[in-house]
Nanobody, 122 residues
Framework: VQLQASGGGQVQVGDSLRLACAGS????????MAWFRQAPGKEREFVAS????????YYADSVKGRFTISRDNTENTVHLQMNSLKPEDTAVYYC????????????????WGQGTLVTVSS
């Protein structure tokens, strides 16, 4: 599976942004997909994940109620809709694919995109 993340940019507090992750490979539609983020000087952290069917999603407490993960297996894409953005959301966002036992753990994912930078200014 190859992943290409896009959609990052610089926005103001309270704005919205929609990230996209385009995947290729036969196992994309069977994989759990997730978004992680890494802020400067911090460790990579879990943001959201979605099961292969889209029927099960998980969110970090810090983004719950503001972010929504979705997928379209016919298009091999995963989206992260980010609303009510805050300065603490500033980070490089990575999409990941795999078959994790625990979706919140980065090392459980086999494939990673290159990252897209989101900057939220106050």
């Amino acid at each position: 599976v190859q992943l290409q993340a896009s959609g990052g940019g610089q926005v103001q507090v309270g704005d919205s942004l929609r990230l996209a992750c385009a995947g290729s490979g036969r196992t994309f539609s069977e994989s759990v997909m997730a978004w992680f983020r890494q802020a400067p000087g911090k460790e990579r952290e879990f943001v959201a994940s979605i099961s292969w069917s889209g029927g099960s999603t998980y969110y970090a407490d810090s983004v719950k109620g503001r972010f929504t993960i979705s997928r379209d297996n016919t298009e091999n894409t995963v989206h992260l809709q980010m609303n009510s953005l805050k300065p603490e959301d500033t980070a490089v966002y990575y999409c990941a694919a795999g078959f994790p036992t625990i979706p919140q753990l980065a090392y459980e994912y086999d494939y990673w995109g290159q990252g897209t930078l989101v900057t939220v200014s106050s």
